[in-house]
């Protein structure tokens, strides 16, 4: 429990199959105090995407920069600060920066997301 900064809080880079320039910061989750839920900041640099995939649990999402695009339904979905998005469980998606800026967004998830 506590109030940090997020350039305080060491990134990691995601090596996923799929994913290219991004970085994930943990906000707060059960180490804090939040039991059974996770927030994260992620960003995406110039040309950066998360893999496409899907999974059981749902995604709630905040772009804070950027711009970008979120594949959902679908369809490409254009992002950008100020945006919010909800994402099932078991819809397929990917975050991609279309910009030369970072794309960064907030990402909360249940714990058993944190992976």
């Known amino acids: 429990m506590g109030v940090d900064k997020v350039k305080d809080i060491k990134p990691i880079q995601v090596e996923a199959p799929g994913a290219a320039n991004v970085l994930k910061r943990v906000l707060v989750g059960p180490q ?13 640099g110039a040309a950066g995407y998360t893999p496409r995939h899907s999974h059981p649990w749902p995604h709630i999402t905040y772009v804070l920069s950027g711009k970008g695009t979120l594949f959902l339904d679908d369809r490409e979905n254009v992002v950008e ?5 909800y994402i099932p469980g078991g819809a397929e998606h990917q975050f991609r920066n279309t910009a030369a800026d970072d794309l960064c967004f907030i990402c909360i998830v249940p714990e058993e997301g944190d992976v």
Not at 32 to 44: E, P
Not at 81 to 85: E, K, V
């Open 32 to 44: 804090q105090g939040w039991a059974g839920w996770v927030m994260r900041h992620f960003t995406l």
């Open 81 to 85: 600060a100020g945006c919010t998005a």
